[in-house]
């Protein structure tokens, strides 16, 4: 099933959407954990890049995709909290 633009914006998707990302986020609040976080992402990021593009990592790039989306979104509200 594919999802309309229509049915991603409606209030009830967007505050399930704003839940799950809280819970994701909560993980991360301790400064412990987001560091061995941000250690084990930057050694995945220098294997990716010494691998890629070898055609083994097609079935993970999805993957790797949401693991950065995670780390930007990790590291920008760490930034956040020191800056604002």
């Known amino acids: 099933m594919r999802w309309s633009e229509q049915d991603l914006?409606?209030?009830?998707?967007?505050?399930?959407?704003?839940?799950?990302?809280?819970?994701?986020?909560?993980?991360?609040?301790?400064?412990?954990?987001?560091?061995?976080?941000?250690?084990?992402?930057?050694?995945?990021?220098t294997l990716w890049e010494i691998l890629s593009p070898a055609p083994e990592l097609r079935d993970y790039i999805e993957t790797y995709k949401h693991l950065s989306q995670l780390y930007a979104a990790v590291r920008n509200a760490e930034t956040f909290k020191t800056t604002g």
């Open 9 to 45: 914006n409606h209030p009830r998707v967007r505050r399930i959407s704003r839940e799950c990302a809280f819970l994701k986020a909560s993980r991360f609040l301790t400064p412990e954990v987001r560091k061995a976080f941000f250690e084990a992402y930057k050694d995945i990021e």
